[in-house]
């Protein structure tokens, strides 16, 4: 069993999946559609009050306080690799391909 965790306790670089978000129900839904969700992975890139994080290609920056709190389970960095997909570091949104074309004349 995993414990849970203030996401503004982690680490720079760690990994996390989302598990639960408290907060007044207006707060938590502007998180939620921000892509902040239940089952969501999301990579520490600053640590602390505000934390940065990233979501999918997302940056975040969130202002917890005692009224909204993300809790998560954090993946083992010694245990097994993370999914290829569950955080994407690179600047190209994932349904973006880059492809050349020639014309002729």
């Known amino acids: ?8 306790c982690l680490e720079a ?18 998180l ?3 892509g902040l969700r239940h089952g969501m992975t999301v990579k520490v890139m600053r640590p ?3 934390c940065i994080v990233r979501v999918g290609c997302n940056r975040l ?9 993300v809790f998560v ?16 570091d690179t600047k190209r949104p994932a349904n973006t391909s880059v492809q050349s074309t020639s014309s002729t004349v």
Not at 13 to 30: Q, T
């Open 73 to 88: 389970k954090a993946w083992d960095p010694a245990g097994p690799a993370v999914p290829k997909n569950a955080v994407r």
């Open 61 to 69: 920056c969130l202002r917890q306080d005692t009224r909204l709190c």
């Open 48 to 50: 602390g009050r505000p």
């Open 32 to 34: 939620e559609e921000m």
């Open 13 to 30: 670089g760690r990994v996390a999946e989302v598990e639960r978000l408290e907060g007044r129900p207006e707060h938590v839904k502007r």
């Open 1 to 8: 069993m995993f414990e849970l965790i203030p996401l503004d």
